[in-house]
């Protein structure tokens, strides 16, 4: 049962099918072009794009924008020590933002950082202060309850490998956004608690979805049953030196993020603080408006309340219900904020290069209007893996009938599979890392 309900709104159309195909043609194929207009509904990233709460908007109101010293920065720093646990903090624009002040002060040229696995802008960040960073996801079976976790066999092999000395951080992704959204448990959170201490490295916590790994514990791992998400929520983040956040994600905001640090690392906060200064904005608001800071602060104390965290993380198993009635291929169990579905089995007719992904993610916007994402042959060229397609629920956005509205949108592509066009590239970035938000591709006849 959803736990709100709705007191704003905001109108939705569907274009005709003509308007469609036009919007689509003049996007080059790659929705990341279209006007958002011209979707009905958008599934691209949960990032930033959530519905915030009557009290999120009236705490806006009371925003304290003084540069310095600004009360909603103390109500934020407040809310992070209660939900969270730390009291030390460097506020940051997003989640890169904090990124970027975190890892440019922990590692330095020549450095490993293994994590369970990198989410791209972690990943990037780390190589741009001369680091390697290193992808240590155990792996697991469909269907195991903790596929997100760490490898922590692999933490330690590395380190023969290179050298304890080289590995500033361990760093733990919660949930695992680049493994289909699959919770850690706090079981390997304290395997990875122990590796760290054996390598005198520290422990990183990317806490972007912390709220939602919570809920998956609280669900599935013995030890936790019937503790609250709260709870739960304080003790994952207990075993970490620092914590690296977005706001856009279980802060519930539009936009925002920050370090914590623990209180007894003067020289790491120092540091951190002084590139917070340098690249974020001064240390009592980092980038964000003071509206901005009294917006997380709220949005953090109800991302770990029940019924919130629940019709979150069950909409999105929901979504994935309704796409196995209509016999979509999915990845199982669904993660905490997106659904992924694998094109290439869905598509079989369609080879690697001509990109099943994409032809599916152009079909879906042609058929329903509906926004998703390819993450296969397009995003990661020549990579060997599954030829994926995410499907990303905003929070507290959208309702029933639009999941159901997915759903009938993938039957209808399901009986014109055979008549689906491939693709190829016409125009491409320098990147290829890059390339598939700003390509532009074309259908083969
Ligand atoms: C979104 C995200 C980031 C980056 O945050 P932004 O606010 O988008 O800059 C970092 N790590 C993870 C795991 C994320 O999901």
Redesign the pocket.
């Known amino acids: 049962m959803r736990a709100y309900k709705a007191k704003s709104v905001e109108r939705i159309e569907l274009p005709d099918r003509e308007a469609r195909e036009r919007h689509l043609h003049e996007a080059g194929y790659n929705v990341f072009n279209l006007d958002a207009e011209a979707v009905f509904v958008d599934l691209l990233t949960d ?2 794009t959530g519905a915030m709460s009557d009290e999120q908007w009236a705490a806006i109101h009371r925003g304290d924008e003084s540069y310095a010293g600004s009360e909603s920065f103390q109500n934020l720093e407040a809310a992070i020590e209660d939900v969270m646990g730390f009291s030390r903090i460097v506020p940051a624009h ?6 970027n002040v975190l890892y440019g002060a922990l590692v330095s040229e020549g450095e490993y950082v293994p994590n369970n696995t990198h ?1 791209d ?2 990943r990037a960040h780390i190589v741009n202060a001369g680091g390697e960073p290193v992808d240590c996801p155990i792996e697991s079976d469909p269907g195991d309850p903790f596929q997100g976790n760490l490898d922590t066999e692999a933490v330690r092999e590395l380190a023969n490998e290179v050298g304890a000395e080289r590995i500033p951080a361990v760093v733990v ?1 919660i949930t695992n ?2 493994l289909a959204g699959q919770p850690v448990s706090i079981a390997n959170l304290r395997e990875a608690r122990a590796v760290a201490d054996e390598l005198d490295a520290r422990l990183v916590i ?1 806490a ?2 912390f709220a939602e790994n919570a809920y998956f514990v609280a669900q599935r791992e013995a030890e936790f049953d019937g503790e609250s998400v709260a709870s739960i929520a304080r003790e994952q983040l207990s075993m970490a030196d620092a914590i ?1 956040m ?4 279980d802060g519930l905001a539009n ?1 925002g ?1 920050f370090v914590g640090v623990r209180e007894n690392d003067d020289e790491f906060y120092e540091q951190a603080r002084q590139r917070g200064i340098l690249f974020e904005g001064f240390s009592t608001y980092g980038g964000m408006a003071g509206r901005d800071l009294e917006a997380m602060a709220v949005g953090l104390r109800e991302a770990v309340e029940r019924p919130y965290i629940e019709s979150r993380v069950e909409q999105v198993a929901e979504l994935g219900t309704l796409l196995q009635e209509v016999s979509v291929p999915i990845r199982t169990p669904t993660g905490g904020h997106a659904v992924y579905v694998d094109a290439g089995e869905f598509l079989p007719s369609i080879p690697r290069e001509e990109f099943p992904g994409q032809a599916l993610v152009c079909a879906l916007y042609e058929e329903g209007g509906v926004r998703a994402v390819e993450l296969g042959e397009l995003a990661f060229p020549g990579e060997d893996r599954a030829q994926l397609v995410r499907l990303c629920l905003p929070r507290r956005t959208y309702f029933r009938d639009h999941l159901e509205h997915v759903a009938e949108t993938f039957a209808t592509v399901a009986d014109r599979r055979e008549e689906l066009p491939g693709y190829e590239i016409v125009d491409e970035p320098a990147m290829a890392e890059l390339r598939h938000f700003s390509a532009e591709l074309r259908p083969l006849d």
């Open positions: 990032s930033g997003q989640g890169r933002g904090a990124e989410f802008t972690t992704t956004n680049s990317d972007c979805r690296v977005s706001g856009k994600k936009v993020g």
